[in-house]
């Protein structure tokens, strides 16, 4: 669309027309402010971003039989984040939070429906001002009704929503560059297929920027063929909190223990009776097809003599409970489900084989990768570069002390609330909205598994007041004291299993036998 273009007959396409110049005015007059490309040779990025990877599903992070050695070596020769997350659990507002560095409240992409992008800026739109050539391969999922090209990308391989492991039949095609091109075989080799070709098309005297997108390991599982047989003498065993037992519900919100006999619960999970082991088996086995992706990339760098001038990053979009407190799936704010992975080869940057424990977030990676392109943060991202204290150059007393955490209840899941947390060094706290319910806090330092629900201990309720005071200053001050969602159409997944595990009782706190204060 060109705004010189003779006016357009229809008002409603010109106003389009001027909002689209005046968005591409507004990235070009940002971009300016960089560092001029000529005054050092920019850096590729890579940046690799895998469906619901939890933050322990690699071999070096201790995983008891995930062999992961792709993602092991990059760990070996980067740096390792212990402590990432996503600010919303859920696949299209966290995608929206990496392209944008914006909280959901603000890029307003509140859950996986249809969602209208029309004014939202990425920041590969100001990598392509820089000079970048940029390509993005794989899921986008933000609108599932359309796999078009979006802007920020001069390279585009994309599917409509979730995609799928292996095409469904001849019809099911991918985008490529706005065609209707038939998917081959198995989606997270093809995609690599596709990034690596598009490399080899490039001038490596100038910069790119890779975004490999990739549709693993998204449920439901389905392994390659060449993966289909691992772990299967593994016994796997459940997370101590999953059993149905008064010790792991004790002081939990009722919603966690009436969700276990729900969609997302393992007494009823998706409505089947699915073996939540198993599920489990097959997500690992998926796990190594992605492994094997990140190896691909890695080595036709080196090959191509790329390596020392690249950043390589690989992230999750969101964790995963695989049980733990009878919970299958995301969107809640326990630690499964909000921390992700999140290690970097950068070359000259970051030091090789060293972990950092700052706290960072997915609405840091947009910040982070223009700062090293040698641009300032634009105006309207709430994330910050964590290039200063990842390299050891700022202190840490001067990086975020926490950070805020937010999930809007959707209508088609309509198990889990609302909610809002703050995530600091020792101690979490979570405050939900619309429900008659407990609160919770853990003190992470002691309780990494978060078993121990702190909210009425007499000791800490200065430190509840001052971390709610907190979460309602932060978004107050952030214009977020309203609650966005989307068009409710339907009753959504509401249903629950006969025989399964009886509705939650009301927290003790709450009872009283006769007077409010009695």
């Known amino acids: ?24 005015l507004f990235v070009s007059l940002v971009a300016t402010t960089a560092v001029s490309a000529e005054t050092a040779k920019k850096p590729n990025v890579v940046f690799i971003l895998i469906d619901d990877m939890r933050f322990d599903a690699m071999g070096f992070m201790g995983h008891p039989f995930l062999k992961t050695p792709q993602f092991d070596a990059m760990a070996a020769k980067g740096a390792n984040f212990t402590n990432a997350f996503v600010t919303t659990s859920l696949c299209s507002p966290s995608r929206a939070s990496i392209l944008t560095g914006q909280y959901m409240h ?40 359309t796999d078009a090209p979006r802007p920020g990308f001069d390279q585009w391989v994309s599917f409509r929503g979730q995609g799928n492991y292996l095409p469904p039949g001849p019809k099911w095609t991918l985008n490529v560059n706005g065609n209707s091109v038939p998917q081959k075989g198995y989606i997270t080799d093809e995609l690599t297929d596709y990034a690596i070709d598009w490399l080899d098309t490039l001038n490596h005297e100038e910069p790119f920027f890779l975004y ?7 449920a439901q599982f389905i392994p390659a063929e060449r993966h289909k047989d691992l772990y299967s003498d593994v016994d796997i065993q459940p997370p101590a909190s999953q059993p149905d037992t008064d010790e792991n519900y004790e002081g939990k919100p009722m919603w966690v223990k009436n969700q276990r006999n729900s969609w997302h619960g393992v007494d009823f999970p998706y409505h089947s009776s699915l073996n939540i082991k198993e599920y489990y088996r097959d997500y690992c086995r998926c796990m190594n097809a992605v492994d094997d992706s990140v190896g691909r990339v890695r080595q036709y760098l080196k090959d191509h003599d790329l390596d020392d001038n690249t950043v390589v990053m690989l992230m999750g979009d969101n964790g995963f409970l695989f049980g733990e407190h009878g919970l299958i799936d995301k969107r809640n704010a326990y630690e499964e489900s909000m921390r992700v992975p999140l290690v970097i080869e950068a070359p000259g940057m970051l030091k090789e084989g060293s972990t950092v424990d700052a706290v960072v977030a997915n609405i840091d990676i947009g910040p982070t990768i223009l700062d090293m392109a040698g641009m300032e943060t634009p105006e ?26 937010e999930y809007y209840w959707e209508w088609n899941f309509p198990h889990t609330p609302t909610m809002f ?5 020792r101690y979490k706290f979570i405050q939900y909205h619309g429900i008659w319910d407990t609160d919770e806090l853990y003190d992470l330092e002691n309780d990494p598994h978060e078993m121990h629900n702190l909210i009425n201990e007499p000791g800490l309720q200065s430190t509840v007041r001052n971390m709610r005071n907190t979460i309602n200053e932060e978004l107050k001050a952030r214009g977020a ?30 009872l009283r036998e006769k007077d409010a204060n009695q």
């Open 421 to 425: 947390a703050l995530r600091g060094d």
């Open 380 to 405: 309207q991202m709430d994330g910050q570069s964590f290039l200063p204290i990842a390299s050891g150059k700022m202190d840490p007393k001067d990086w975020r002390k926490h950070l805020l955490y």
């Open 106 to 145: 603000n890029h307003r992409v509140v859950d996986n429906n249809h969602t209208d992008l029309s004014d939202t800026i990425f920041f590969p739109q100001y990598l392509q001002k820089l000079g970048y050539k940029t390509g993005f391969f794989g899921k986008w999922h933000m609108g599932g009704g």
């Open 481 to 510: 004291m309203v609650v966005p969602f989307g068009a409710k159409r339907g009753t959504g997944a509401n249903l629950r299993r006969e025989s399964g595990s009886t509705s939650a009782e009301f927290p003790e706190n709450v």
């Open 1 to 24: 669309m060109h705004c010189d273009s003779p006016r357009p007959q229809s008002a409603s396409v010109w106003l389009s027309c001027v909002k689209y110049c005046l968005l591409s």
């Open 212 to 218: 490999l997108s990739h549709k693993a390991v998204h």
